[in-house]
T-cell receptor, first 113, second 117 residues
Framework: DAKTTQPPSMDCAEGRAANLPCNHS???????VYWYRQIHSQGPQYIIH???NNETNEMASLIITEDRKSSTLILPHATLRDTAVYYC??????????????FGDGTTLTVKP | NAGVTQTPKFRVLKTGQSMTLLCAQD?????MYWYRQDPGMGLRLIHY???????AKGEVPDGYNVSRLKKQNFLLGLESAAPSQTSVYFC????????????????FGPGTRLTVL
């Protein structure tokens, strides 16, 4: 599994867009980029995933560079409830590996009033 | 649907004691996982299972055993607890699907907070 690199912490003003970067320079062609977040000490929650095209859902947008070596998670209008640790992981799911992946230390996003 | 549930929520053990953590999911997922999370750190995979009756080692399997006798349950056992196993343990499950490498998201339980004295 490719490893990812994320900044340890970021701040964002409430109502502004939060842009969280992730570096995955060793990603292989069939690995997908997934984002999860962990609020306080709860179990992680899935946000979004993609392969090479930009993706958007009701929670966030995912921008993947053309060379796929990095990506950015965008929370368009951050709220105080978005304060959490955000994890970027890469994985490819096969019957033999159940899509197991490595969660790094993530980025602690603090949304401030 | 209850999703992924974990039992117990909290536990304190003495060194050398044994215990079993239970994970249950009601989503008919094939894949299940056990992670541990130490303070201020990310999640590390202990063991995982691709289906009933099968298990495999993750990143940090030493000191733990697992069993998947029923599709909906995944048990994590500590035979002789050590202080280094003080952690929060998360279980997760995922649908296997037929989409090949893309896969589906993992659903996580609320965690079990274990302290070994």
């Amino acid at each position: 599994d490719a490893k990812t690199t994320q900044p340890p912490s970021m701040d964002c003003a409430e109502g502004r867009a939060a842009n969280l970067p992730c570096n995955h320079s060793t990603i292989s062609g069939n690995e997908y980029v997934y984002w999860y977040r962990q609020i306080h000490s709860q179990g992680p929650q899935y946000i979004i995933h993609g392969l090479k095209n930009n993706e958007t859902n009701e929670m966030a947008s995912l921008i993947i560079t053309e060379d796929r070596k990095s990506s950015t998670l965008i929370l368009p209008h951050a709220t105080l409830r978005d304060t959490a640790v955000y994890y970027c992981i890469v994985r490819v799911v096969r019957r033999t590996n159940a899509g197991k992946s490595t969660f790094g230390d993530g980025t602690t996003l603090t949304v401030k009033p | 649907n209850a999703g992924v549930t974990q039992t117990p929520k909290f536990r304190v053990l003495k060194t050398g004691q044994s215990m079993t953590l239970l994970c249950a999911q009601d989503m008919n997922h094939e894949y299940m996982y056990w992670y541990r999370q130490d303070p201020g750190m990310g999640l590390r995979l202990i063991h995982y299972s691709v289906g009933e009756g099968t298990t495999a080692k993750g990143e940090v399997p030493d000191g733990y055993n697992v069993s998947r006798l029923k599709k909906q349950n995944f048990l994590l056992g500590l035979e002789s607890a050590a202080p280094s196993q003080t952690s929060v343990y998360f279980c997760a499950s995922s649908y296997s699907g037929t989409s090949g490498g893309e896969g589906y998201e993992q659903f996580f339980g609320p965690g079990t907070r274990l302290t070994v004295l």
